[in-house]
């Protein structure tokens, strides 16, 4: 876009064919011409700005679809911790409580 500018500011066509007084289709092609480079140029621009952005937001997405599958790895991770904690600890404290330890003194902890 700012080669564009540049290229209007320039005034590249101005020199191009000088214009008699009497004649229309010269002052037209003067007119037409350097509009239909411009167009062309900003055509082309805007097709690369698309896929460019496209690019860019496909980028983004795969940025964004590591980010969550770390997050979720991480909260799984955080939520297996705490079962294990939890539970291990709920099935020690089972394992050594007096019920337990009584009933495979007895010998009454296999069911037949």
């Known amino acids: 876009m700012f ?3 540049m290229l ?3 005034k590249l066509f101005d020199n191009l064919l000088v214009p008699d007084k009497g004649s229309t289709i010269i002052l037209l092609l003067l007119v037409i011409i350097p509009a239909m480079v411009i ?3 900003l055509k082309k621009a805007t097709k690369f700005a698309k896929e460019g952005g496209g690019e860019f937001g496909k980028m983004m ?3 964004i679809e590591i980010g969550g599958a770390v997050v979720g790895g991480v909260a799984l991770g955080g939520i297996g911790a705490l079962g294990q904690a939890t ?3 709920a099935s020690r404290k089972l394992a050594d409580s007096k019920w337990a330890v009584d009933r495979e003194l007895k010998g009454n902890l296999v069911v037949q």
């Open 3 to 5: 080669l564009i500018v």
């Open 87 to 89: 539970l291990g600890q």
């Open 61 to 63: 997405l795969k940025g």
């Open 39 to 41: 167009l062309l140029m």
């Open 8 to 10: 209007i500011h320039a």
